[in-house]
């Protein structure tokens, strides 16, 4: 599967942006997916992900409350809703897709080495 994650800018802060994630290759929907995003200097940290039909999500604690995840199966795309954004919020944000793990597996991820597939980013930068 590609994926193809775009939306990203430059925005004020409390303001807000969507970011896109588009698959080919492959249906989204065999996928649970997530979104990460990386500042210069930093390591990788988890945003949210969600489950293979959009039943469950999770956030990472800096963006709880302020951040939806969100699917379109049938359009094979996956969101990412950023509102009242903040200058801590600046970095390349990845979207990531990995394999079904089977019915007793974690109907979400948190760690980037469960996932198997990864977009190229897309950069956010928000201004104080």
């Known amino acids: 599967v590609q994926l193809q994650a775009s939306g990203g800018g430059l925005v004020q802060a409390g303001g807000s942006l969507r970011l896109s994630c588009a698959s080919s290759g492959r249906t989204l929907s065999d996928f649970g997916m997530g979104w990460f995003r990386q500042a210069p200097g930093k390591e990788r940290e988890f945003v949210a992900a969600?489950?293979?039909?959009?039943?469950?999500?999770e956030y990472g604690d800096s963006v709880q409350g302020r951040f939806s995840i969100s699917r379109d199966n049938a359009k094979n795309t996956l969101y990412l809703q950023m509102n009242n954004l903040k200058p801590g919020d600046t970095a390349v944000y990845y979207c990531a897709a990995r394999e079904w793990s089977g019915p007793t597996g974690p109907v979400t991820a948190t760690d980037q080495f469960d996932y198997d597939y990864w977009g190229q980013g897309t950069q956010v930068t928000v201004s104080s």
């Open positions: 969600i489950s293979w039909r959009g039943t469950f999500t």
